[in-house]
């Protein structure tokens, strides 16, 4: 059983412990706030895109269309897991990692965002081509459209037939949800419009104005992506701080009964000997 200073020392590293989860937790709070409106503010732009080009496509044929047929004569898939360049967010690294295991038997490439799935995938021998870590630290619409645009440009190459997104879509602070999502060749869920069409006159030509669409439809689906990743972030580690700042509250509660305890059970010693002293005293 421990002493009494090994105890009081204890319940201080606890208490050290709790204020730092605690500050921890509070600055995720604040980036949380900021990331979701960020992720609010693109959405209707996102949205209005794919709106947009999901009515222009109308009855036109997939093969006038660009990025929405793939160039690759084999069958080599590109994985692009986003995670975090910090840890202490729960399951929120690992999960990304579990839902890459899905693509295991396929011949496959990855291009890792952030620092931890990079880590993951270099311990598992994972055949890494590309790896953005300071991405997620100055996280703009410019340095995010640089990795799409390389990665539109190597699937018109043919170094891939599909590009998939693997990442924490952001629910709530509690509750990510992960998304794993076809980015190239482009796939809309329903390519008839429920608007009444009509007929227009296009300068350029249709396909000219879709193909010239498509690609920055992709740049806002990484960007996107890449908001959702980063706020998910921010909410787990919230969570995970959360619940272990009450932990700690637990675990020094039991440590000060403890020491406590220990510390009532020493007077009584101490009372107990000084009066079978007194008692000894009076005998002699």
């Known amino acids: 059983m421990a002493n009494l200073k090994e105890i009081r020392s204890r319940i201080v590293s606890v208490s050290s412990t709790m204020k730092i989860t605690s500050a921890m937790k509070m600055v995720s709070a ?4 900021r990331s979701q409106e960020r992720m609010s503010n693109i ?6 895109l794919s709106s947009m080009i999901q009515n222009l496509i109308g009855s036109m044929n997939n093969s006038e269309l660009d990025l929405m047929n793939s160039f690759s ?7 692009v897991p986003i995670s975090s360049n910090r840890g202490l967010c729960g399951g929120f690294n690992s999960n990304v990692y579990k839902s890459c295991a899905q693509f295991a038997d396929t011949d496959q490439e990855v ?5 931890k799935i990079t880590d993951i995938f270099n311990r598992s021998q994972n055949n890494i081509i590309e790896t953005d870590i300071e991405v ?3 996280l703009d619409y410019k340095n995010s459209k640089v990795i799409s645009t390389r990665i539109i440009d190597g699937f018109k190459n043919g170094k891939w037939s599909k590009v998939y997104l693997i990442y924490n879509q952001f ?3 509690a509750t990510q949800i992960m998304c794993v999502k076809q980015l190239l060749p482009l796939k809309l869920e329903n390519k008839e419009s429920s608007t009444e069409r009509q007929d227009y006159i ?3 030509d249709k396909a000219n104005i879709i193909n010239m669409l498509i690609p920055q439809h992709i740049h806002t689906q990484l960007f996107e992506a890449l908001l959702n990743s980063v706020a998910s972030e921010h909410g787990a580690r919230m969570t995970a701080m959360h619940k272990a700042t009450d932990n700690a509250n637990e675990l020094k509660q039991e440590l000060t009964l403890s020491y406590n305890r220990q510390r009532q059970a020493a007077i009584t010693n101490e009372i107990l000997e000084i009066v079978a002293g007194a008692e000894a005293l009076k005998g002699t």
């Open 30 to 33: 604040a980036k949380l706030k």
């Open 171 to 173: 629910k709530n602070t």
């Open 111 to 115: 291009w890792t965002i952030g620092k």
């Open 73 to 79: 004569e084999t069958e080599k898939i590109l994985l």
């Open 136 to 138: 997620l630290n100055t």
């Open 202 to 204: 296009f300068e350029p």
């Open 43 to 48: 959405k209707p732009y996102s949205e209005a």
